[in-house]
């Protein structure tokens, strides 16, 4: 499930960054935009022309790029035609569309080939209940009502019907 989610982000800012290093702690795009608002000091807006603005979501990549120890305090959720995750700390609870959850430690399983469904259920538990929670708030469809929309969507009327 990584193949498509892990990649590389390579970072060059000569006044922030004093220490060429590698990391791999996990985050996202989305930390990117709390990231350039705290080195420049912009503010993020909650509403623009009267229309509310979903809040900020992501961490400040800041302190990891002045090479201090930064790991994620919030999950990363993820959310592409009916596939979803939940990576938080060292554990991520992935589902392809149609299937399972799934569970994986990222430390000791990085290719994701040992499913650890079924051997910590309050953590699975939390996991799920945390995704949830994300999905509603942001308003993500269910794929088996979205996909059905999307296909009503294309079709397009012909002589032939």
Not at 46 to 55: K, R, T, V
Not at 58 to 83: A, C, M, T, Y
Request: aromatic letters at 8%; hydrophobic letters at 35%; a negative charge.
């Amino acid at each position: 499930h990584e193949g498509g989610i892990s990649t590389p982000l390579v970072a060059h800012w000569p006044k922030g960054i004093k220490t060429k290093q590698t990391v791999h702690a996990a985050s996202h795009v989305v930390d990117l935009l709390p990231t350039i608002l705290e080195v420049t000091g912009g503010k993020y807006l909650s509403e623009l022309g009267g229309h509310a603005i979903q809040p900020l979501q992501g961490e400040s990549l800041v302190p990891l790029l002045q090479g201090k120890d930064w790991q994620r305090e919030q999950p990363i959720f993820f959310e592409h035609e009916g596939n979803c995750a939940i990576r938080h700390g060292q554990f991520k609870s992935v589902k392809q569309f149609g299937g399972d959850w799934e569970l994986y430690d990222m430390e000791t399983d990085r290719t994701e080939l040992h499913n650890l469904v079924g051997t910590n259920k309050p953590l699975e538990k939390a996991l799920l209940k945390q995704y949830d929670y994300w999905a509603t708030t942001n308003g993500v469809m269910d794929w088996n009502i979205a996909l059905p929309r999307l296909l009503e969507s294309w079709k397009i009327d012909s002589p032939e019907g």
